[in-house]
């Protein structure tokens, strides 16, 4: 993918949607339409790295109520034009095919390569990657086998998707966050993970996000590790420039 002058390509993680309530979660939501609305001046494509949600759960004919702004922005940017990628997150495991449908963005379930004018990117959400955490990744092998999903398709949508939000909330079972600090470069898994993958293949950059922290580590003289951190706490993006990622934080505020 080309990036054309004047043009840029923006990254972005970890919105948590509907969290810790829909009232609460409402002023973000708005914050982060506003720089979607922003950014779709000079986007030549946009890449959201998973989370958007707190859940997300599709029946057949079911999708959460709710998100109305962001799901419409959405339509209104890949109407326009602009390409836009979605990566699946821990909270929002369970797409299936509205956003590919309805709002015509593919969507990823693990990590992809991406050559973008010329830089070579690895990107994904980053959960259940690297060592360690093994408790969430036999979760997740739990909720991503297709017999647990058809069992909680047989959930009513009222039952299921208040169950769903009462676990993410409450008990962090599909969570599998860490407590949200830097554990130091030895200690972080998603820096041993790009690490290990520079073993079989050069990347210019890894982009995950996931682990909420805005992270930019120098893995060696070629290759960078981003976190983009997240519309919580920080409301950090990346913008790519054609040669250069770096990260940003998107400082106007909604009333």
């Not at 060592?131 to 009222?158: A, I, Q």
């Not at 962090?172 to 820096?191: H, P, Q």
């Amino acid at each position: 993918m080309d990036v054309p002058k004047g043009k840029k390509i923006y990254f972005s993680s970890d919105n948590h949607l509907g969290a810790p309530t829909k009232d609460l979660s409402f002023p973000r939501e708005k914050r982060f339409v506003a720089w979607l609305d922003t950014i779709k001046q000079d986007a030549a494509a946009i890449f959201l790295l998973g989370d958007l949600f707190d859940f997300w759960f599709e029946y057949k004919t079911v999708v959460p109520k709710g998100f109305t702004r962001t799901l419409g922005k959405l339509a209104e940017i890949t109407d326009s034009g602009i390409p836009v990628y979605y990566f699946v997150g821990n909270h929002d495991l369970w797409m299936n095919g509205y956003f590919e449908d309805e709002l015509n963005i593919p969507v990823f379930h693990r990590p992809e390569s991406f050559l973008l004018n010329g830089t070579s990117f690895l990107i994904g959400h980053g959960d259940g990657l690297g060592p360690g955490d093994k408790g969430y990744k036999r979760m997740k092998k739990v909720f991503t086998n297709p017999v647990s999903k058809w069992l909680y398709n047989w959930l009513h949508p009222d039952f299921g998707v208040k169950l769903a939000q009462y676990l993410s909330v409450k008990n962090k079972m599909i969570s599998g966050d860490e407590d949200i600090k830097f554990l130091g470069e030895e200690n972080e898994w998603l820096v041993q993970y790009c690490k290990r993958k520079l073993e079989q293949q050069h990347y210019d950059y890894f982009v995950f996000g996931h682990r909420h922290l805005p992270l930019e580590i120098t893995l060696n003289d070629q290759s960078t590790y981003v976190n983009l951190g997240d519309w919580i706490s920080y409301f950090t993006y990346g913008e790519f420039d054609g040669s250069t990622l770096s990260l940003k934080k998107f400082k106007s505020t909604v009333s």
